[in-house]
């Protein structure tokens, strides 16, 4: 899990014992916000919430659902979906020559590499003409986004610079308002381009006013970070609420996955046991989780971040220190001495049944290896991975709908603390997201897409391989490879047939012969490596 990242989820699942007793009435000072920009720690008034116990009796009728433990007195907050920063792509994944089409929080957007001003672009992917595509379009001469239906020119901020079809004795068409395209607020901050939902031209300069989510280790010299992006069939809550449910990890991913600490007595072959998870604080912005062996947290709505370990900027008081900076107060691992490392997951909705994310590690430590092996090779692992509970997911996320979101919890039986940071979680989105996303009118609260095919719902190519660099430039060089072994062995026999007895030796014939069948049998295992890691891979639990 640490050489290649190749078990990021893994390493989230360590279970320690339950505590035989808990008081929350002692518990330490918590911070007035882990999530803005003030540094001054003070008191508010709070509500305390205690959850199911591993001593409690369980029945129907008494069962107490975990809840945030700490939550903050705010019923007026409202979180607004579309006054949020949110992760596009990593910028290692991006093609400057190329633009790029996108769909976040519904919106289809273009990016595009704007040479000019040295920065990456996003706009609506739509052309103020005939409403083309622009992300079919292609990066002219000049450096200006062109849209290749009729050939409109713009520079990066948005200004039609160039209408073919214009006259160039008659009016200057290509300076009005309505020429013009529309442009997104962007920044780049570790490593990934992130925008702002919103054309508006009050939110240009939204980026002076908010930052998105800051994590010192994803900007330290020092760190190494690794990298790794994938759509799913599913929606953005199921995406969470998966990130969040560590008791999964043995079951859903057995067989690919080792548990770092598995118990010394297992109830059962996968050895699942129970967890001690909470959730401390709770407000609009997300909330911070607590587990004997590290923390995480939720930074709403699209950052999860997991620590190894105890967090070290943690008084001897238990209260959190504060930064005096403008970032977000951060629980900083520590794993042995100065090693430190935080697992982060950027969960970007997409439509209604379908989110994308960006995931991967920060460390200051690692062996030498991890920088020369392609990342194509631990991807197919976490391909894996995530491909071994897809299925699942997708199924579950449509019966949730069946029985309304609203109805999550009274049809979920959730009576242990393994379920703390799921149920804090559904606890967020009723309480300040309106318990569904907000899609801006454009899809109908109940609407998720049909089920499709198996091989189709669980495809590799278009949801990652496509979008990543690195697993498209093996793809293209196994199948090029492929394609030159067949080559081979038609070539071989050719020489073969083609030659007459005695022109050639019994022992040259024999050794071309050779080669052509081991060519043959290369061809065909190389065939069905690419389809089984760059294509589909499925997975049946009945047998592993």
Not at 224 to 243: A, I
Not at 327 to 354: D, H, I, T, W, Y
Request: aromatic fraction near 12%; charged fraction near 20%; include cysteine.
């Amino acid at each position: 899990m640490e050489a290649l990242g190749v078990s990021c989820v893994s390493s989230f699942y360590k279970p320690t014992p339950i505590q035989k007793k808990t008081n929350f009435n002692k518990s330490t000072p918590i911070p007035r916000s882990w999530f803005s920009s003030t540094s001054k720690i003070t008191s508010r008034s709070t509500k305390v919430f205690t959850s199911l116990s591993s001593s409690s009796k369980v029945s129907p009728e008494n069962v107490d659902v975990p809840e945030a433990e700490l939550e903050t007195e705010t019923p007026n907050d409202k979180f607004e979906w579309f006054s949020q920063w949110y992760p596009v792509m990593p910028v290692c994944e991006l093609d400057k020559r190329v633009p790029l089409a996108k769909k976040i929080l519904g919106l289809d957007v273009v990016v595009w590499w704007d040479r000019n001003e040295s920065t990456w672009k996003v706009f609506d992917d739509t052309c103020p003409h005939r409403l083309a595509p622009l992300s079919q379009g292609r990066i002219d001469q000049w450096g200006r986004l062109q849209c290749v239906y009729h050939g409109w020119c713009f520079n990066g901020s948005g200004d039609c610079k160039f209408i073919p079809q214009a006259t160039t004795d008659g009016p200057p068409v290509h300076t009005l308002k309505k020429a013009c395209a529309r442009v997104y607020p962007t920044t780049v901050q570790h490593e990934t381009l992130w925008f702002w939902p919103s054309t508006d031209p009050k939110y240009k300069d939204i980026i002076k006013k908010k930052k998105p989510p800051f994590i010192p280790e994803l900007d330290d010299p020092s760190f190494t970070n690794f990298f790794m992006n994938r759509d799913f069939p599913y929606g953005y809550e199921v995406l969470v609420e998966n990130l969040m449910d560590p008791a999964h990890v043995p079951y859903a991913h057995y067989g690919i996955m080792q548990v770092d600490k598995p118990p010394k007595v297992k109830a059962d072959r996968e050895g699942g046991q129970p967890l001690e998870l909470s959730v401390k604080k709770l407000d609009v912005n997300g909330f911070v989780g607590r587990q004997e062996w590290g923390s995480v947290k939720f930074i709403a709505p699209c950052t999860f971040c997991m620590y190894a370990d105890d967090p070290v900027d943690v008084q001897g008081n238990g209260s959190a220190k504060s930064t005096g900076t403008d970032e977000a107060l951060v629980l900083r691992p520590k794993l042995s001495g100065q090693q430190r490392m935080v697992f982060f997951f950027f969960c970007v909705p997409v439509s209604p049944g379908n989110c994308r994310l960006i995931w991967g590690s920060a460390k200051n430590f690692g062996s030498w290896i991890e920088n020369i092996i392609p990342k194509w090779i631990p991807h197919i692992s976490l391909n894996l991975v995530v491909d071994s509970d897809l299925y699942l997911l997708h199924i579950e996320e449509h019966k949730i709908m069946e029985v309304g979101a609203a109805n999550w919890q009274k049809e979920c039986f959730v009576p242990t603390r393994s379920d703390a940071l799921v149920v804090g979680f559904r606890r967020w989105m009723t309480k300040y997201a309106g318990g569904q996303i907000n899609w801006g009118g454009k899809f109908s609260p109940t609407y998720l897409p049909p089920t499709p095919p198996r091989e189709q719902l669980m495809d590799r190519y278009w949801s990652h391989v496509v979008n990543c660099k690195s697993c498209s430039f093996a793809y293209k060089s196994l199948n090029t490879l492929e394609v030159s072994l067949q080559v081979i062995t038609i070539v071989s026999i050719g020489i073969v047939a083609a030659t007459k007895q005695g022109v050639m030796s019994a022992a040259v014939r024999t050794m071309v012969v050779s080669m052509a069948i081991v060519c043959f049998v290369a061809s065909r295992w190389l065939a069905h490596f690419i389809y089984k890691n760059f294509h589909y891979h499925d997975y049946n639990h009945s047998f592993h």
